[in-house]
């Protein structure tokens, strides 16, 4: 039993090497992060007169996909999360807050992932194609 635990972690630790205080350096493949763009319901649109957006990105890698969004190409602020790590891929979301009339306007919002050494990757919700 103590055997298999130690190769686990073995195995777990070989992802990443940390040199001095914390400098992590990540061994692995580069991978784009697939997105997925969630609409705000109907519930929220509704009761609070915000629109919540959330933006998914999964299984990328290195961790330092920056992600951003634009409402009809205008870029506009989000709240980030910081990548977590499952598998040998990090995952991420984003989530964009607008006012409701903001919403109502809008004809598209895109998300987008980032890495310096990597292709844009990106995802666009038309606001005709969600219901509600």
């Known amino acids: 039993m103590q055997e298999v635990f130690e190769r686990a972690v073995i195995g777990i ?4 090497n ?39 990105a999964n299984k990328g890698f290195p961790s330092d996909w920056t992600m951003s969004w ?15 790590l499952e598998k040998d891929l990090y995952s991420w979301i984003s989530t964009l807050t607008l006012t409701a009339q903001e919403w109502t306007k809008a004809g598209e919002v895109t998300c987008e992932a ?3 050494s990597q292709t844009p990757v990106t995802k666009t919700l038309r606001k005709a194609d969600c219901s509600g």
């Open 18 to 56: 940390t040199f001095g205080s914390g400098t992590r350096l990540g061994v692995g493949s580069n991978s784009a992060p697939t997105l997925n763009i969630l609409p705000p319901s109907s519930e929220e649109l509704s009761s609070t007169r915000t629109a919540t957006l959330t933006c998914l």
């Open 70 to 84: 634009k409402v009809d190409r205008t870029s506009k602020k989000q709240e980030d999360s910081t990548g977590v």
């Open 13 to 16: 630790v070989s992802l990443w």
């Open 114 to 116: 980032q890495q310096k």
